[in-house]
């Protein structure tokens, strides 16, 4: 059973930045893609950041490209979401999430494994 714990939310004027962590335990030997999932009031739930424990491929949404950086600590299966440049209209829930594939998997419906959620509020 894979958990999941977010943390590093947080409030921030725009262009500061924020780092998330995703604790997570229970991957065995599996390949898992993990990606960091966003949700803002009234939208609807997008990846932004995606990473492959196998192979180590990562992948982002154009919206946060060149802004923000995914990384994991193989040493304790901690998944980082490294946010700079940050913009009100990153303004969400993040949510790290993880489903037992080798592959980029884009769709949310797809993932197994939820976190609970971290709150990350941009001001003007």
């Known amino acids: 059973q894979v958990r999941l714990v977010e943390s590093g939310g947080g409030s921030v004027q725009a262009g500061g930045s924020l780092r998330l962590s995703c604790a997570s335990s229970g991957y065995g030997a599996d390949d898992y893609c993990i990606t960091w999932f966003r949700q803002a009031p009234g939208k609807e739930r997008e990846g932004v950041a995606y990473i492959l424990t196998g192979l180590g491929s990562r992948y982002y949404d154009d919206s946060v490209k060149g802004r923000f950086t995914i990384s994991r600590d193989q040493a304790d299966n901690t998944v980082y979401l490294q946010m700079n440049s940050l913009k009100p209209e990153d303004t969400a829930m993040y949510y790290c999430?993880?489903?037992?594939?080798?592959?980029?998997?884009?769709?949310?419906?797809?993932?197994?494994?939820w976190g609970h959620g971290t709150q990350v509020t941009v001001s003007s």
């Open positions: 999430a993880a489903v037992r594939r080798s592959y980029i998997v884009l769709r949310a419906w797809e993932y197994t494994y």
